[in-house]
């Protein structure tokens, strides 16, 4: 069956540091791969995604590369804000018209001024 | 446009009891899901509704049940509830696409937190 594996947290940084959360996956058949973010109190919202290898998803500073050799889906962003302070979620959708979600298990990420 | 709401945002129950869950997705999206996120976890799918018809089920007993309605809210009951059923309880909605594809966002509500004593 398909699963994802995120590096665990907490993830605590300093504003202005680099990040990278790592995700990794397995799936049958080809997956779309996405990243979602949860902030404090709200519900999930996508953050990006790709949908086939080498493609890279981006979105207000974060990055993504589909990588199909290491089955890859790593999170980096170059300088985080305390505003990205949240939880992230690496998730993979297989099949047709089928939308479900496998999802990780969240990496909460705390940025302190 | 409004977004997924979901009711109530937080509720007690005891065990054995039974919950409903409501969901209103998103103008124009037909497609309703519901996940389970315990504390510490990422959601879990439990179902999805298409056409007031379920169209899609994970790994959840049958004391786990859905509605959708023509206007496309949807419901979810638990029935016979166990502690294990604390969670937070998302709802997600999505346009069904006429070719079938993978890459579909999904759209979430805030969740309900369902807490079992």
């Known amino acids: 069956g398909n699963s994802v594996t995120q590096m665990e947290g907490p993830v605590t940084l300093s504003e202005e540091a680099f990040l990278t959360i790592n995700c990794t996956y397995t799936?049958?058949?080809?997956?779309?791969l996405f990243w979602y973010v949860q902030y404090p109190g709200e519900g999930l919202q996508l953050l990006l995604k790709a949908t086939k290898a080498d493609d890279k998803g981006s979105n207000k500073g974060f990055e993504a590369t589909y990588r199909k050799e290491t089955t890859s889906f790593h999170l980096e962003k170059g300088s985080v804000q305390v505003s990205d302070s949240a939880v992230y979620f690496c998730a993979l959708r297989t099949g047709g018209s089928n939308y479900k979600l496998t999802f990780g298990k969240g990496t909460l990420l705390t940025v302190n001024p | 446009e409004t977004g997924v709401t979901q009711s109530p945002t937080h509720l007690i129950k005891t065990r054995g009891q039974q919950v409903t869950l409501r969901c209103s997705s998103q103008?124009?999206?037909?497609?309703v899901s519901w996940y389970q996120q315990a504390l510490g976890q990422g959601p879990q799918f439990i179902f999805q509704y298409y056409r007031e018809e379920e169209n899609g089920r994970g790994n959840f007993p049958p004391r786990f049940s859905g509605l959708q309605f023509p206007n496309y809210s949807s419901e979810l009951n638990v029935n016979a509830l166990e502690l294990d059923d604390s969670a937070l309880y998302l709802c997600?909605?999505?346009?069904?696409?006429?070719?079938?594809?993978?890459?579909?966002?999904?759209?979430f509500g805030e969740g309900s937190r369902l807490t079992v004593l």
């Open positions: 799936a049958t058949g080809y997956p779309s």
């Open positions: 103008s124009g999206h037909n497609t």
């Open positions: 997600a909605s999505s346009p069904r696409a006429l070719r079938e594809t993978n890459t579909g966002e999904l759209f």
